[in-house]
């Protein structure tokens, strides 16, 4: 950076949200901007992930146009954002749809992982993503007037802001809220994904992104960019059980297609057909937290982003979205209190400048985000109080049919409420002149 006063950045993770901010803010000139990533390469766990209209508009926005190809992009033809499917008939017995106007490339999408990560990738200067730094603390540089990150290789590096993107799992927020772990929901997914061709021989293979349900599980099958496809199957149990199957699973290991196969033995030919092709699977143990009391954390120079912030547990697949969302959030006002209109801020950042800047970001993001954290909450309860209870079929259509609609989390306007936002600080600011 040139020798002119600038704000240093530091992001923990390179995912979705660690990624995005600093595209967000890659083009100011006096922001310095750095990824600490703890893997050793910038390759993304998971399987399949969707983005709703929110996080695809916030793309578009950021100039990401390629992550909305249709190369990597799936989105349903008939516009719908999920069609739920009886397990027995294969019947259609519902469907989500889109509350507001949604432009075709902003539709609900669903991506591989990789893809959309090296997608945002493309936007990003290599020499600024450090790979094999992970966090270990972070305290005050008195004398510098900064933050000093350390990271468990013994190395460090200092910081004027410092955000944690660094999962749900987030060492940065842990190290702040000791008691923020995430706890297991007792839910499990199966991911799979693999070409098109072992499916591709089944009649009737759905065209569309489908969420199959049963009495006590699911199963989601999707087509995915560049000729892939997806399944996800999954298992629910009271996490509370001494005995319940997966309690000590680990993220992203090696599942048993066989496990698979019978857990859907007595589904419809259709779904038995899929199943038996399935190639290999990983397993996903489910987690989630409550929601923290504040975003603004330490001394008022940390925030966080993505699950770091609102460890959900990938339920309404919002995940992706939200962390997209709160890169746009964070990026807009550091943009706000640190405009780039001049080749350098005109001091030093001050204690008051980055107060407002993170207070602007969490008033923009918190209350919706710990909305859904209730909700995923609420849901996860009575997902466990049904476990072992008979449920009959009319019953099963009823529960698919009074669902939770999710349309207000996934077309969530981030930009309309951080302009209100600003408005209600500007009239704060107005009552305070009058008195």
Known sequence: MADTPSLRIVII???IAGLTTAIALKHHPAIDIDNYERASELR???????????????????????????SIAFRNESGHPMIYRHYKTNEVVSTDSHRGSVEYRHLTSRFYRAHLQQALLEH?????VHLSKAFHSVSRDVTAGKLLVTFTDGTNTTADILLGADGIHSAVRRSFVATSAPTWTGWVAFRSVFPISHVSHIADLPDEAVHIWGPDRTLFLSRLGKDLFTVVGSSQTDPAAADAPYKDAVWDTDGDVNVLREYYQDWSPLVRAVVDAVPHTRVYPNTAAHAIDSWVLGDGRV???GDAAHAHGGAFAAGGSLAIDDAWAFAASILEVFPATTTAPSRIPSET???????????????????????????NRKKVARVG????????RARMKSR???????????????????????KRAEEQARL
């Open 404 to 426: 939770e609609d999710p349309s207000w989390i996934h077309e969530h306007d981030v930009e309309a409420t951080f302009l209100s936002v600003l408005a209600g600080e500007g």
């Open 389 to 396: 209870k008979v449920e009959t079929d009319e019953e099963l």
């Open 44 to 70: 993304e766990i998971g399987a399949s992930i969707a983005l709703g209209p929110n996080g695809m508009r916030t793309l578009d926005k950021l100039g990401i146009q390629n992550a909305l190809d249709e």
């Open 13 to 15: 993770g390179a995912g």
């Open 353 to 379: 400048d980055i107060a407002r800047a993170l207070r602007l970001y969490e008033k923009t993001r918190k209350e919706h985000t710990d909305r859904v954290l209730r909700t995923v909450h609420q849901g």
């Open 303 to 305: 925030t966080l982003a």
């Open 124 to 128: 990003v200067d290599p020499s600024r």
